[in-house]
C-alpha cells in the first residue's frame, strides 16, 4: 500500500523528463597547433552535455579557454578576461584527451581563445556558436 504512491512519482517524473526532451549531447574536435585552433569555428547545442576531443599538435602546451556570451578577450589575457571564463582545459604538447562541459544556454557566437601569454596575439583564436 505503501509503495503506490512512490511508483506514481516515479513514472510522472520519467514522464515529465521524458515530455520536456533534454538539451542532449554535443561533440565536436578541436586541434591545437602554434598558432591556431583547427576547425576555427565550431557548434554545439545550447545547454547540451557537450564533449570536446582536443588534440595538441603542437611543440608547446596549450589551452582552450571559452569565454563568457558576449565578451572578447583584450590582449594581453589578464584577470580581468580569467572573471569572464566560461569553461577551459589545458594540454600539453603532442597530448590527445576529451573534455565534457555543459554548453550554454544562450544561443550566440562565443569567442575561444588560448590564453597562453602571446598565443592569442600570435592568432590562437577560434568560435563556437550555439544556434
Ligand atoms: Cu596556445
Redesign the pocket.
Known amino acids: 500500500m505503501g509503495k503506490i504512491p512512490i511508483i506514481a512519482v516515479l513514472v510522472l517524473g520519467a514522464g515529465w523528463i521524458a515530455a520536456c526532451g533534454g538539451p542532449g549531447t554535443s561533440e565536436i574536435s578541436t586541434a ?1 597547433t602554434e ?1 591556431a585552433f583547427t576547425p576555427s569555428s565550431s557548434s554545439v547545442s545550447a545547454g547540451s552535455e557537450v564533449t570536446l576531443t582536443l588534440t595538441n599538435d603542437g611543440t ?1 602546451d ?2 582552450w579557454v571559452l569565454m563568457d556570451a558576449g565578451y572578447t578577450v583584450t590582449t594581453p589575457f589578464d584577470d580581468a578576461d580569467r572573471a569572464k571564463v566560461f569553461a577551459e582545459t589545458s594540454l600539453a604538447a603532442g597530448d590527445s584527451a576529451t573534455f565534457t562541459f555543459t554548453a550554454p544556454s544562450e544561443a550566440g557566437t562565443y569567442q575561444v581563445v ?1 590564453s ?1 601569454p602571446g ?1 592569442l596575439e600570435a592568432g ?1 583564436e577560434a568560435s563556437l556558436t550555439v544556434p
Open positions: 591545437m598558432f608547446v596549450h589551452n588560448c597562453i598565443h590562437m
